[in-house]
Structures are given as C-alpha cells and as structure tokens.
C-alpha cells in the first residue's frame, strides 16, 4: 500500500499546524490557478541573480518582476518569466499532490476537485504545448543533454512531472474514475512516453528519471510495455546502478548531490515496487542501501557535505532527509538510525533552490507523512561513529580526529558535472567549518560559470591560471587513520601530489607541483572566517591572479624568516615560502556572493613548488 497512515496522522496530533499550512496554500494556488500553453517554460537554472548567485523571488502575483532575495535587484527581461512558468508548473504539480493527500486524510470531496482539475489541464492541453529544449523551440527531443519537454524545458522536467501527478492520483486510485484515468493515460501519459523514450539513451543522473517515470506509469496503468523500459530495455533502471554507481557507493558523476538526485529518482522507483508487491532483485536493493549509508559516512561528523563538483551550496544530510523517509517505506526499521540521527540533530537544514521536495517549515517533509508519519514513537537506535575513510573509485577521502575533518579530492572519474579542483580540500575545525568548496549557483548565471567553476575557486594549485583536466583519476600513495597522501597528472606534463597528515590539535599540509616547464605556479586557499591582518605586513600588490575582478582587495604580504603566520579565530596557521616565492590575500566570493573570504595565494614561478602549511587549531 502506497499509503497507510490517515488515521495515525488525524489521531496523533503531531501533523495538524502542517495540514492547517498545506490546506491554506492548496485553496489559495486553486483560486487563482491559470496556465496557458502558449507560455514557453525556462531553464530553471537561470532563475539566478547575476551579480550574486542569489535566487529570484518566486511570487505569484508578480510573474513580470522577479527580485534577487539577497541584493533585491529587479529582473523583466522576458527569459525570466519563462523561467517563472517553470516555477509556477512546479507549484501546480506540487498543489496536485498536496490536494491529493489531504483528501486521503480528510475525505473533503474539495480536495479531490482541485487534484483532478489540475491535472486534467495539462492532460486536455497537452497536446498544445510546443517541444523545447531550454530556449530552443520544436527541435529534437535530443537535442539537450536533460531532453525536450513540453510542459517544461527539459524531458528530465517532464519525467519529474509525470512521477509527481502518478504519485497525487496512487493516493486516490479509488477513488478515480477508470474513464477519467484512461482519459489521462491518453492525453498526457502516452504522447508523454513517446516524447521521452528516445532521451534514454546513456548512463547518467537523467535517465534514471526517465527509467523511473516509465516503470511507476506502467504499474499505476497496467502497462507492461512501459514498466519493461524501465526494467529490461536499453539503459534500464538496472543497469544504470550496474554501470553508473561506484564500489563505494557513490553516482559516478562526483557530486554529492546528484548522488543524491540520482537516489531520489531510484527511490521513488522502489517506493512503486513495494506499494504494487513488485519484486526487486536483492543485488539492485544492496546498492540503493549501500547508497544511502555510504552517504552517511561520507559526511563530515556535523552532517554537514563535503561538496564537490556541481551542486548547491550548504547542503547536508538534513537537505535530503526526505529521500531516507523513503527509504523506511523500502527497507524499513533498519533505516530508522538515519532518521533518529538526521531528525535529532541541531543542524538547520539547507534548502534546495530547484527539484525541491514539498517541506513544512523547512522541517518536516511529505514523505514523512506519506511513508514514516510513526517514525519517532519508535525506539531510538543510534549510528556507528563515523571513521577516517578513503572511498577509493570515487577519489576522495575524508580524515577526522576529534579536532579535524579533512576532505580531500584527489581525482576525477567523469566529466560530467565536474569542476577543476583536483587536490581540492575542505577542512571542519571542532565542527567549524575553515574552508569549504562553494559548489555553484544556477548554471545559467555569470558568476557561477566565471568563478565558482573555476580552477582559482578552490584549494588546490593552478600552473598559469589554466583549467586542469577533469577527467583522469588519482593515485593514493599512503591512506590510514590520520594521514593521506594522493597523487595525480593535473595536466599535460604536471604532476600533483598531496600530503596530509593530522596530530591531535595540528594540521601539516603538503602540496608538491611538479612539472617539465617553467610557469606559473598558484596555490589557493580560502578561508569562511576573516583573517586577522593587524599583525601582517601588508602592501599593494601589483599582480595578476585569475580574474581580476574576482580577486578584490588584492595585498602582498611580506614574510618573516621565510614564513608568513595568521590566524582567524579557528586556527594559527603558518605557511612556509621557498626561495623567490610571494604570498598575497584578497577577497572573493563566497555562494552566495553577497558574502566575501579571505583568500591566501602563494605563487612560484618555476617548474616545480612545494607548498607546505601547519594548521593549529585554537
């Protein structure tokens, strides 16, 4: 059964100012709900501010005016408003499901009206929208890397559409007509599967949507044709986790949150299986699990992520706490450890700006009510302290004490989705976080392809301010509970290796470029808490570091006895030059932008540098 707990959640109590909250927003978006298929949807990744990376205002009432909410900066250019009829689709979907679930626990016949209103608008005008790709119009349902949609800019939009008005109707099934249902099947469901079906064609975060769109149709409908796709035919849903996720378990595309989108999608897959009695195999079950306790163990002990690659910033375990109430529908009590830990914890959760799950408060998710509403009556279980850990085919590794957690990164195994930030650290002092990677806002905004993609964004080393390759995995060469030692080809004819090794309360961080030409050496590293410069010596630096107007406020410091020393309030840290090497701090960006770091940058110029930092906490 799809769902079981109406009366638990009317009897209990614990849900009633959420239900009160979901109740008012599914009368108000119905009252005033109006589409049209002529409007053309936007890539939801350019609903960005430009100047901060901040995200747009999503308000109903303004379709016309989307403001930045950090610098309140107004956008009215027309692509703006596609993309806010991306958002407001989204929230239509979203209402459908709402509707959908109140119904099943009050019985008001209202909000089975407003389920069935929605969606038979988009199945009557279906037919009406036009194919796009982003911006492009009638083109191949190909010619994108997320597909052609046609309610939304991408098929992977589409497929996410389609899983969340099968979800709104399971809860209601019995209460739907088989007229009404074929009528739906026809008009949005099969052109839907026919648009979709040639965008499954490699493995990869999207087309596990695709996989898990056709296979919940074809077991809400009945059909085998469908719900093969998604379990037998090219790039099933099988043999996606069979090719795309590593030993460790891990998405292969080097990203903790598409690690998490890619679940997400499997998950709800599963969630069908286990509601229709459809057999799993166990192997395909053991991975999913594997997954979601890998990801676990790869947090650092505050459950904060260490955050590679594209995705948002300030996620943690709490940011996807929605996915692991899925997986108590699946795999049950021996996921209730995870729930206690994420649940109990102080940590506040950071949002997702886009695919973002329907969240009360930021606190409690659907899926709580929809598969786990009993959760916390249930005995508490605690998790296994997490230890130092090297998840070898993902090339990463995280070292932890009881004063630091340290990530490094020390390859790539895909281009997809990957930054150039080889040998890239992230660093928590006593739970504080010293340095973190930014990850990214919208892909479509300037800041986020002109400096948080960048090579200069992150702690590592750049020769002649040039992109590394992001393809070519690392090496470990030692790797135990305290120290890590990794090596790589960062580019043609350089070489990169790393050593970091921790003794109680100290850091020693050793950072070796070696490479056949002279050039440009540059070692980066940012800071979250200011630097304290009163005792440094400081001067205008006349240099060229990356862009320009990314690097503000740019000083030389002049060092003593071949050492420069600073401190914030985490940590005293020293830094050791070699002969003919200069050390200088700036202010960059930090995500959202309307924050600034202080960044360190030591630069040699030479074929070979070896930068080396003691770190000591306070």
Known sequence: ???????????????????????????????????????????????????????????????????????????????????????????????????????????????????????????????????????????????????????????????????????????????????????????????????????????????????????????????????????????????????????????????????????????????????????????????????????????????????PSDGWPNISLKTYSYVYFMGYKVFGEEILPYLNHIQGGGLSRGKLPLSEPYYYKNEIPMEQLLFAADYSDKEYVPLNKRASVNFMDYNCAVLRNDVFNIFLKYGHQTKSHAHPDKMNVEIMVKNQVLTRDISNSGYGTKICNEWNRTIQAHNTCAVNGQPMDVAKPGKIVRFDTNCIEACVAAYEDVNYSRRLEIKDDILEDTFTVEGKACADIDWFFHLENFVDTEKLRLEPADVHIGDTKYFMDMKKIQPEGGAIALENELVKMEILLEDKAEAFIAKTYNNPADKLRDTLIIRKKSSKAVFKSIIKAK
């Open 1 to 307: 059964m799809f769902f079981e707990y109406e009366e638990y959640i009317k009897n209990s109590g614990k849900y009633e100012d959420m239900l009160i909250c979901m109740s008012e927003e599914v009368k108000s978006f119905a009252k005033d709900f109006q589409d049209d298929p002529r409007l053309l949807s936007g890539w939801g990744h350019g609903y960005f501010c430009n100047e901060d990376g901040g995200r747009l205002i999503y308000d109903r009432k303004k379709p016309l005016e989307h403001q930045c909410s950090i610098c309140k900066k107004v956008y009215t250019d027309f692509i703006y408003s596609s993309y806010f009829i991306t958002m407001y689709r989204n929230d239509a979907v979203m209402t459908a499901c709402k509707a959908a679930l109140l119904y099943r626990i009050y019985g008001d016949e209202e909000y089975l009206g407003i389920m069935k209103n929605i969606i038979s608008f988009y199945a009557d005008n279906y037919k009406y929208f036009a194919i796009h790709a982003k911006e492009k119009i009638n083109c191949s349902s190909t010619v994108d890397v997320g597909g052609a949609g046609k309610m939304m800019p991408q098929g992977l939009n589409e497929a996410i559409v389609a899983i969340r008005f099968i979800n709104a109707m399971e809860l209601v099934k019995k209460e739907l007509d088989n007229e009404w249902i074929e009528d739906i099947r026809v008009k949005f469901f099969e052109p839907l599967y026919i648009l979709l079906l040639p965008q499954k064609m490699h493995i990869h975060n999207i087309p596990i949507w695709l996989n898990s769109a056709f296979g919940i149709m074809g077991l809400f409908f009945g059909n085998e044709q469908w719900l093969n796709e998604a379990v037998k035919d090219k790039f099933n849903i099988f043999e996606q986790l069979d090719n795309g996720l590593t030993v460790s378990g891990f998405w292969y595309e080097g990203s903790i949150h598409y690690n998490f989108f890619a679940l997400e999608g499997l998950m709800t897959f599963l969630v069908f299986a286990e509601s229709y009695d459809y057999k799993i195999p166990k192997r395909y079950l053991d991975k999913v699990r594997h997954m979601l306790s890998s990801a676990y163990i790869y947090a650092f002990d505050n459950d904060i992520f260490p955050n």
